[in-house]
């Protein structure tokens, strides 16, 4: 399979940066109208009223960015793409600040352990922190996945 990441090659405190991407008015409300159209995500007259008080992305939008970059910064390292075989699910998802349109996004995704699989010698199970921050350096996310990758063959 040619040149690949395998799971031996990652090593605690790895990190891989992904971004930026600028997030429009258009995107937030077509997002919350598909997917969480709580009022706060479709208008500012309906966020002033709220705690946001203007309008604010749904944290899935955010954590939908989050994927976006961290895809497209992944698929730039076809070695690294072929050796990730998905994830496995999230052990921490943290909202820390609103999104607002036109916020610029960027972040890292930090290794921060990693254990062979027990049952599926073929794979390694790595978890990762990634931080989502804004323009300003502020922190709008935080996660803990739980990613699998190729092992070595014998």
């Known amino acids: ?14 990190s891989l940066p992904f971004g930026p991407l600028t997030v429009s008015r258009d995107d937030i409300i077509a997002f919350a109208a598909k997917y969480d159209p709580q ?6 007259e309906a966020a002033a009223k709220t705690h946001f008080g203007t ?4 944290g899935w939008h955010t954590a939908a960015l989050f994927m ?6 992944l698929q730039s390292e076809p070695a690294m793409q072929a050796g990730s075989l998905g994830a496995i699910g999230i052990d ?6 609103p999104v607002r349109p036109g916020d610029t996004l960027r972040g890292t995704n930090e290794v921060i352990d990693k254990t062979p699989s027990a049952s599926r010698p073929e794979m390694g199970i ?3 922190r990634a931080t989502v921050i804004n ?3 502020e922190a709008v996310l935080t996660m803990i996945s739980i990613t699998m990758w190729r092992t070595r063959p014998s």
């Not at 309008?55 to 749904?58: E, P, T």
């Not at 976006?68 to 910064?73: F, G, K, P, T, Y």
């Open 55 to 58: 309008l604010a992305a749904s």
């Open 1 to 14: 399979m040619g040149n690949i990441v395998h799971f031996e090659d990652i090593m605690v405190g790895d």
């Open 68 to 73: 976006q970059m961290l895809v497209r910064a």
């Open 39 to 44: 009022p706060f995500h479709l208008s500012d």
């Open 92 to 97: 921490e998802l943290r909202w820390l600040r």
């Open 135 to 137: 323009q300003k350096d």
């Open 126 to 128: 790595v978890r990762n």
